[in-house]
């Protein structure tokens, strides 16, 4: 998904304060968090990562005995 402007902007001040691999590991931690505003995660992932089953899965593994 893409990343909004404030976003980039935030992104950007933080590797210019910590660096680029620290300044990147802090600001999608606080993405997960939930603490940079107007960053909105994508329905049934934030709450907990698991989304509704839509159907059976067809694997083609058959338990013992069928």
Do not use: D
Not at 11 to 28: D, N, R, T, V
Request: aromatic share 6%; glycine share 18%; charged share 30%.
């Amino acid at each position: 998904m893409p990343m909004s402007k404030a976003g980039r902007k935030i992104k950007a001040k933080l590797e210019e304060q910590y660096g680029s691999e620290k300044g990147e590991g802090i600001f999608y931690a606080m993405e997960n968090k939930g603490e940079i505003p107007g960053m909105n995660k994508m329905k049934g992932y934030a709450e907990g990562g698991m989304v509704k089953a839509t159907g059976k899965l067809n694997t083609g593994i058959k338990k013992c005995g069928e």
